[in-house]
C-alpha cells in the first residue's frame, strides 16, 4: 500500500479529537527519545517540535494542511504537524528531518537529492523528504505514480518537482530504501 500525503485529507478522516481526548500530560517519542509535557494538549505539533524541543527542521507555511512544510513522521506515517494537536501525538513514534543525519553524515536520501542537485528550498525540503521516507520505508520499489502520489501534499510553486523525481527513480533503482526507515 501506497503511503498517502495526509495532509487535509488524514484530517478530515482521522484527526478528531475532542477536548476530553487531550487533558493531562502528553508522553511521546521525538526521533527515539521520550518527550513528556504538560504543554497545551491543543498546541500544534508543529509548534511544539519548534518551539519546546527547537527542531526547526520542520517548517510551518501555511499551518493549514495544504503545504507539507510541516510534515513528519507519526508511526510511519507521513503527517502535516501543523494540523495535530500535541494531545494526539501521545504514545506515538515522532520522526522529524534532525533524525535523517546531521550535515557531515547525510542520510543516503539526502546525499542523493544533493548530488542530483534535486534540493528545493529549505522550507519545502524537509517536508519532502519525510514524505519520500515514509513512502520508500512503507513501498520499497514505488511506481512513477506512487511517488507522485507521495509527494502531491508537499506544495512549491517554484520548481517543477523534475531533479526531485528524477533523483528518487535513482533512489529506487538502487534500492536505498532499505536504508530508509
Ligand atoms: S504548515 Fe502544515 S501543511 Fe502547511
Ligand atoms: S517552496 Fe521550496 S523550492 Fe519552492
Known amino acids: 500500500m501506497t503511503s498517502k500525503p495526509i495532509c487535509g485529507?488524514?484530517?478530515?478522516?482521522?484527526?478528531?479529537w475532542s477536548k476530553a481526548d487531550l487533558v493531562g500530560q502528553v508522553k511521546f517519542h521525538v526521533n527515539g527519545q521520550v518527550c513528556e509535557t504538560d504543554s497545551d494538549p491543543t498546541t500544534p505539533l508543529a509548534?511544539?517540535?519548534?518551539d519546546s524541543l527547537n527542531l526547526r527542521g520542520t517548517k510551518i507555511g501555511c499551518g493549514n494542511g495544504e503545504c507539507g512544510a510541516c510534515t513528519v513522521i507519526m508511526d510511519g506515517r507521513a503527517v502535516c504537524s501543523c494540523l495535530v494537536p500535541l494531545g494526539r501525538a501521545g504514545g506515538r513514534q515522532i520522526k522529524t528531518v534532525e533524525s535523517l543525519g546531521p550535515?557531515?553524515?547525510l542520510h543516503p536520501i539526502q546525499q542523493k537529492l544533493v548530488e542530483r542537485g534535486a534540493f528545493q528550498c529549505g522550507f519545502c525540503t524537509p517536508g519532502v523528504l519525510m514524505s519520500v521516507v515514509a513512502l520508500l520505508a512503507e513501498t520499497p520499489q514505488p511506481s512513477d505514480a506512487e511517488i507522485r502520489s507521495a509527494l502531491q501534499g508537499n506544495l512549491c510553486r517554484c520548481s517543477g518537482y523534475v531533479k526531485l523525481l528524477e533523483a528518487i527513480g535513482e533512489i529506487v533503482r538502487e534500492d536505498l530504501a532499505g536504508e530508509a526507515a
Open 103 to 105: 550535515p557531515d553524515d
Open 47 to 50: 509548534i511544539f517540535l519548534r
Open 9 to 16: 485529507v488524514w484530517f478530515k478522516t482521522s484527526c478528531r
